[in-house]
Protein backbone atom coordinates (compact mmCIF):
# COMPACT_ATOMS: atom_id res chain seq x y z
CA UNK A 1 0.00 0.00 0.00
CA UNK A 2 0.97 3.89 -0.46
CA UNK A 3 1.82 5.56 2.41
CA UNK A 4 3.56 8.37 3.56
CA UNK A 5 7.06 8.22 5.10
CA UNK A 6 9.92 10.28 6.41
CA UNK A 7 13.46 8.81 7.01
CA UNK A 8 14.73 11.37 8.83
CA UNK A 9 13.89 14.23 11.19
CA UNK A 10 13.61 17.81 9.23
CA UNK A 11 11.68 20.05 7.16
CA UNK A 12 8.19 18.82 5.43
CA UNK A 13 10.41 18.04 2.22
CA UNK A 14 11.61 14.94 4.49
CA UNK A 15 7.88 13.16 3.56
CA UNK A 16 7.71 10.81 0.79
CA UNK A 17 5.04 8.48 -0.67
CA UNK A 18 6.48 5.35 -0.01
CA UNK A 19 5.36 1.63 -0.30
CA UNK A 20 4.63 -0.81 2.81
CA UNK A 21 3.03 -4.26 3.42
CA UNK A 22 -1.00 -3.79 3.92
CA UNK A 23 -1.54 -4.31 8.14
CA UNK A 24 -2.46 -7.50 9.55
CA UNK A 25 -5.76 -8.25 10.93
CA UNK A 26 -4.75 -8.65 14.50
CA UNK A 27 -7.17 -10.32 17.24
CA UNK A 28 -9.62 -8.27 18.13
CA UNK A 29 -8.86 -5.41 15.42
CA UNK A 30 -10.30 -3.89 12.25
CA UNK A 31 -8.65 -2.89 9.06
CA UNK A 32 -9.54 0.64 7.24
CA UNK A 33 -9.80 1.52 3.83
CA UNK A 34 -8.89 5.84 4.02
CA UNK A 35 -10.16 7.91 2.69
CA UNK A 36 -9.37 11.24 4.22
CA UNK A 37 -7.18 12.34 6.69
CA UNK A 38 -5.70 15.84 8.25
CA UNK A 39 -2.05 17.87 9.05
CA UNK A 40 -2.09 18.69 12.98
CA UNK A 41 0.11 20.31 14.82
CA UNK A 42 1.55 17.27 16.40
CA UNK A 43 2.33 15.82 13.18
CA UNK A 44 4.93 18.66 12.80
CA UNK A 45 6.45 18.11 15.99
CA UNK A 46 7.26 14.60 14.78
CA UNK A 47 8.46 15.05 11.94
CA UNK A 48 10.63 17.98 12.68
CA UNK A 49 11.71 15.90 15.63
CA UNK A 50 11.52 18.25 17.94
CA UNK A 51 10.47 15.85 20.72
CA UNK A 52 12.78 13.38 18.72
CA UNK A 53 13.95 11.92 22.54
CA UNK A 54 10.41 10.88 23.02
CA UNK A 55 10.08 9.48 19.47
CA UNK A 56 13.26 7.97 19.10
CA UNK A 57 15.35 7.42 15.37
CA UNK A 58 13.97 4.58 14.23
CA UNK A 59 13.11 5.26 10.33
CA UNK A 60 11.39 5.18 7.99
CA UNK A 61 8.28 6.81 10.41
CA UNK A 62 5.03 7.17 9.49
CA UNK A 63 2.89 9.76 9.98
CA UNK A 64 -1.12 11.25 10.40
CA UNK A 65 -3.11 10.93 13.37
CA UNK A 66 -6.84 10.93 12.25
CA UNK A 67 -8.59 9.25 9.13
CA UNK A 68 -11.99 8.37 7.58
CA UNK A 69 -12.78 5.54 5.58
CA UNK A 70 -14.40 2.12 5.25
CA UNK A 71 -14.52 -0.62 7.07
CA UNK A 72 -12.85 -3.60 5.30
CA UNK A 73 -12.05 -6.46 7.99
CA UNK A 74 -12.41 -7.25 11.07
CA UNK A 75 -11.15 -9.98 13.46
CA UNK A 76 -13.88 -12.42 14.73
CA UNK A 77 -13.02 -11.28 18.59
CA UNK A 78 -13.21 -7.48 17.41
CA UNK A 79 -15.75 -5.20 19.21
CA UNK A 80 -17.85 -3.41 16.69
CA UNK A 81 -20.40 -1.70 18.99
CA UNK A 82 -22.88 -0.45 15.54
CA UNK A 83 -20.58 -0.67 12.73
CA UNK A 84 -20.33 -3.61 10.45
CA UNK A 85 -17.98 -4.47 7.54
CA UNK A 86 -18.69 -2.13 4.97
CA UNK A 87 -19.23 1.06 7.14
CA UNK A 88 -18.53 4.44 6.78
CA UNK A 89 -16.34 5.13 10.44
CA UNK A 90 -13.70 7.26 11.74
CA UNK A 91 -11.18 7.09 14.16
CA UNK A 92 -7.70 7.14 15.24
CA UNK A 93 -4.58 5.73 15.28
CA UNK A 94 -3.16 6.47 18.29
CA UNK A 95 -0.07 5.17 18.76
CA UNK A 96 -0.50 2.26 16.26
CA UNK A 97 1.22 4.09 12.88
CA UNK A 98 0.08 7.01 10.67
CA UNK A 99 -3.06 7.51 9.27
CA UNK A 100 -1.74 9.23 5.77
CA UNK A 101 -1.83 5.58 4.40
CA UNK A 102 -4.16 3.80 2.11
CA UNK A 103 -4.93 1.23 4.99
CA UNK A 104 -4.69 1.41 8.73
CA UNK A 105 -4.70 -1.52 11.09
CA UNK A 106 -6.00 -0.70 14.63
CA UNK A 107 -8.05 -1.75 17.94
CA UNK A 108 -11.74 -2.15 16.79
CA UNK A 109 -11.88 0.33 20.07
CA UNK A 110 -10.42 3.40 18.10
CA UNK A 111 -12.95 3.74 15.42
CA UNK A 112 -17.31 4.34 15.73
CA UNK A 113 -19.62 4.94 13.07
CA UNK A 114 -18.85 8.23 10.55
CA UNK A 115 -21.43 11.18 10.97
CA UNK A 116 -24.67 10.55 7.75
CA UNK A 117 -24.38 14.21 6.94
CA UNK A 118 -20.86 14.81 5.97
CA UNK A 119 -18.33 13.63 3.29
CA UNK A 120 -15.20 11.77 4.42
CA UNK A 121 -13.60 15.44 3.65
CA UNK A 122 -15.56 17.47 5.78
CA UNK A 123 -15.79 14.76 8.17
CA UNK A 124 -12.12 14.30 8.79
CA UNK A 125 -12.00 18.12 9.98
CA UNK A 126 -13.62 17.80 12.84
CA UNK A 127 -12.47 14.51 14.24
CA UNK A 128 -9.50 15.70 16.25
CA UNK A 129 -10.26 18.99 16.86
CA UNK A 130 -13.51 18.21 17.54
CA UNK A 131 -12.48 15.75 20.96
CA UNK A 132 -9.78 17.68 21.68
CA UNK A 133 -11.87 20.88 21.98
CA UNK A 134 -14.60 18.90 24.09
CA UNK A 135 -11.96 17.74 26.63
CA UNK A 136 -10.12 20.97 27.08
CA UNK A 137 -13.78 22.94 27.50
CA UNK A 138 -15.57 20.59 29.22
CA UNK A 139 -13.94 17.82 31.13
CA UNK A 140 -10.61 20.07 31.63
CA UNK A 141 -11.57 23.46 32.32
CA UNK A 142 -15.52 22.73 33.19
CA UNK A 143 -16.76 25.16 31.17
CA UNK A 144 -20.41 26.62 32.25
CA UNK A 145 -23.24 28.64 30.61
CA UNK A 146 -22.47 32.47 30.56
CA UNK A 147 -18.87 32.19 31.19
CA UNK A 148 -16.09 33.94 29.26
CA UNK A 149 -13.80 31.88 27.31
CA UNK A 150 -10.59 33.23 25.33
CA UNK A 151 -9.46 30.78 22.37
CA UNK A 152 -6.10 31.31 21.35
CA UNK A 153 -5.41 29.79 17.94
CA UNK A 154 -9.16 30.51 17.13
CA UNK A 155 -8.96 30.24 13.25
CA UNK A 156 -6.77 26.81 13.41
CA UNK A 157 -8.13 23.07 13.27
CA UNK A 158 -8.51 22.86 16.88
CA UNK A 159 -9.63 26.33 17.98
CA UNK A 160 -12.14 26.64 15.03
CA UNK A 161 -14.27 23.55 16.44
CA UNK A 162 -13.50 25.28 20.25
CA UNK A 163 -15.38 28.46 18.92
CA UNK A 164 -18.57 26.76 18.22
CA UNK A 165 -18.73 24.05 21.35
CA UNK A 166 -18.33 26.92 23.76
CA UNK A 167 -21.04 28.61 21.60
CA UNK A 168 -23.09 25.23 22.16
CA UNK A 169 -22.47 25.55 25.62
CA UNK A 170 -23.67 29.22 26.32
CA UNK A 171 -20.23 30.69 26.72
CA UNK A 172 -19.22 33.78 25.64
CA UNK A 173 -16.72 33.45 23.31
CA UNK A 174 -13.74 36.16 22.39
CA UNK A 175 -11.11 34.32 20.00
CA UNK A 176 -7.85 35.56 18.91
CA UNK A 177 -6.38 34.78 15.34
CA UNK A 178 -4.87 36.57 12.54
CA UNK A 179 -6.40 39.96 11.58
CA UNK A 180 -7.21 38.35 8.36
CA UNK A 181 -9.02 35.50 10.21
CA UNK A 182 -11.46 37.89 12.38
CA UNK A 183 -14.17 37.72 9.97
CA UNK A 184 -14.22 34.37 9.31
CA UNK A 185 -13.97 33.37 13.53
CA UNK A 186 -17.05 36.04 14.15
CA UNK A 187 -19.02 33.78 11.52
CA UNK A 188 -18.00 30.50 13.28
CA UNK A 189 -20.01 32.54 16.49
CA UNK A 190 -17.13 34.43 17.94
CA UNK A 191 -19.10 37.31 20.22
CA UNK A 192 -15.65 38.84 20.07
CA UNK A 193 -12.47 39.15 17.37
CA UNK A 194 -9.06 40.34 18.29
CA UNK A 195 -5.70 40.45 16.14
CA UNK A 196 -3.61 38.38 18.22
CA UNK A 197 -0.73 40.62 17.10
CA UNK A 198 -2.07 43.78 18.50
CA UNK A 199 -4.25 42.86 21.40
CA UNK A 200 -3.19 43.96 24.62
CA UNK A 201 -4.12 42.57 28.32
CA UNK A 202 -6.49 45.63 28.54
CA UNK A 203 -7.96 44.96 25.54
CA UNK A 204 -8.60 41.40 26.53
CA UNK A 205 -10.13 42.06 29.63
CA UNK A 206 -10.50 38.95 32.25
CA UNK A 207 -11.63 35.48 31.28
CA UNK A 208 -13.34 32.42 33.36
CA UNK A 209 -11.91 30.14 30.93
CA UNK A 210 -8.42 30.09 28.55
CA UNK A 211 -8.39 27.68 25.69
CA UNK A 212 -4.87 27.42 24.38
CA UNK A 213 -3.62 26.02 20.94
CA UNK A 214 -0.59 28.21 20.35
CA UNK A 215 1.72 27.01 23.81
CA UNK A 216 3.50 30.49 23.66
CA UNK A 217 3.74 33.20 26.41
CA UNK A 218 1.63 30.79 28.52
CA UNK A 219 2.02 32.70 31.92
CA UNK A 220 1.54 36.13 30.47
CA UNK A 221 -1.44 34.60 29.73
CA UNK A 222 -2.74 33.05 32.52
CA UNK A 223 -2.58 36.56 34.08
CA UNK A 224 -5.76 36.87 32.23
CA UNK A 225 -7.85 34.46 34.31
CA UNK A 226 -10.51 35.93 36.15
CA UNK A 227 -10.77 34.60 40.43
CA UNK A 228 -11.63 31.19 40.13
CA UNK A 229 -10.60 30.72 36.39
CA UNK A 230 -9.06 28.09 34.67
CA UNK A 231 -6.74 28.09 31.98
CA UNK A 232 -6.11 24.69 29.47
CA UNK A 233 -3.25 24.11 26.79
CA UNK A 234 -3.07 21.52 23.99
CA UNK A 235 0.51 23.13 23.21
CA UNK A 236 3.88 23.87 24.29
CA UNK A 237 5.09 25.95 21.61
CA UNK A 238 6.74 24.89 17.97
CA UNK A 239 9.40 27.06 18.04
CA UNK A 240 10.53 26.42 21.85
CA UNK A 241 8.68 23.12 23.56
CA UNK A 242 10.87 22.93 25.97
CA UNK A 243 10.61 26.31 27.21
CA UNK A 244 6.59 25.75 27.28
CA UNK A 245 6.73 22.27 29.02
CA UNK A 246 8.56 24.15 31.94
CA UNK A 247 6.15 27.51 31.76
CA UNK A 248 3.43 24.48 32.19
CA UNK A 249 5.17 22.87 35.15
CA UNK A 250 6.24 25.82 36.97
CA UNK A 251 2.45 26.83 36.90
CA UNK A 252 1.65 23.85 39.38
CA UNK A 253 2.53 26.70 42.25
CA UNK A 254 -0.41 28.31 41.68
CA UNK A 255 -2.81 25.36 42.40
CA UNK A 256 -6.28 25.27 40.81
CA UNK A 257 -5.21 28.27 38.86
CA UNK A 258 -2.13 26.58 36.93
CA UNK A 259 -1.68 25.57 33.49
CA UNK A 260 -3.53 22.34 32.32
CA UNK A 261 -1.72 20.67 29.84
CA UNK A 262 -3.27 17.35 27.91
CA UNK A 263 -2.48 15.53 24.79
CA UNK A 264 -5.68 14.17 23.66
CA UNK A 265 -6.23 10.35 23.49
CA UNK A 266 -9.96 9.75 22.34
CA UNK A 267 -12.08 6.88 22.71
CA UNK A 268 -14.64 5.36 20.61
CA UNK A 269 -16.87 7.05 23.65
CA UNK A 270 -15.46 10.46 22.47
CA UNK A 271 -15.55 9.66 18.49
CA UNK A 272 -19.44 8.58 19.26
CA UNK A 273 -20.51 11.50 21.16
CA UNK A 274 -18.55 13.67 19.00
CA UNK A 275 -20.95 12.04 15.77
CA UNK A 276 -24.09 12.85 17.57
CA UNK A 277 -23.18 16.24 18.20
CA UNK A 278 -22.48 16.85 14.17
CA UNK A 279 -25.21 15.34 13.38
CA UNK A 280 -26.94 17.07 15.37
CA UNK A 281 -25.87 20.36 13.63
CA UNK A 282 -23.71 21.82 16.87
CA UNK A 283 -20.16 21.37 14.72
CA UNK A 284 -19.71 21.80 11.08
CA UNK A 285 -16.59 21.61 8.98
CA UNK A 286 -14.54 24.10 8.00
CA UNK A 287 -12.04 22.89 5.66
CA UNK A 288 -8.93 25.37 4.66
CA UNK A 289 -7.42 23.02 1.44
CA UNK A 290 -7.11 19.81 0.23
CA UNK A 291 -4.31 17.84 -0.65
CA UNK A 292 -3.37 14.72 -2.84
CA UNK A 293 -1.30 12.10 -0.77
CA UNK A 294 1.73 12.78 -3.06
CA UNK A 295 1.21 16.07 -1.76
CA UNK A 296 1.74 15.36 1.78
CA UNK A 297 4.73 17.59 2.34
CA UNK A 298 3.10 20.34 0.43
CA UNK A 299 0.31 20.28 3.06
CA UNK A 300 2.58 20.62 6.06
CA UNK A 301 4.15 23.70 4.93
CA UNK A 302 1.09 24.97 4.10
CA UNK A 303 0.39 24.37 7.93
CA UNK A 304 3.71 25.86 9.13
CA UNK A 305 3.38 29.06 7.03
CA UNK A 306 0.13 30.33 6.35
CA UNK A 307 -2.36 31.86 8.65
CA UNK A 308 -5.06 28.66 8.40
CA UNK A 309 -9.00 28.85 8.32
CA UNK A 310 -9.93 25.54 9.13
CA UNK A 311 -8.46 22.48 8.69
CA UNK A 312 -5.91 20.87 6.00
CA UNK A 313 -7.09 18.06 4.41
CA UNK A 314 -5.15 14.73 2.74
CA UNK A 315 -7.17 13.38 0.13
CA UNK A 316 -6.18 9.70 0.09
CA UNK A 317 -8.92 7.67 -1.85
CA UNK A 318 -9.04 10.22 -4.88
Known sequence: MRAVLFDRYGSPDELYV?????????????????????VNGADLLLRSGRLGVLTGRRFPKQIGIDFVGSLVAAHPEAD???????????????????????????PSTQIAAAPNNLTSLEAVTLLAGGTTA??????????RPGERVLIRGAAGGVGSVAIQLAKALGAHVTALAAAASL??????????????????????????????TNGSDLLAFRRLLAPGGRMVSIAFGKKAPVRG?????????FGRRRIRFFLGKPTR??????????ERGEIRPVIDRVFPLAQSADA?????NHSIQGKIVISISE
Open 80 to 106: LSGVSVGSRVWGTVADQGGSLAEFVGI
Open 245 to 253: LLAIAGSAV
Open 300 to 304: HTALE
Open 18 to 38: GTLPSPELRAGGVVVRVDAAS
Open 134 to 143: YTGLVQKAHL
Open 269 to 278: NDFQRLTEQV
Open 183 to 212: EFVLGLGADVARDYRTATREDLGKFDVIFD
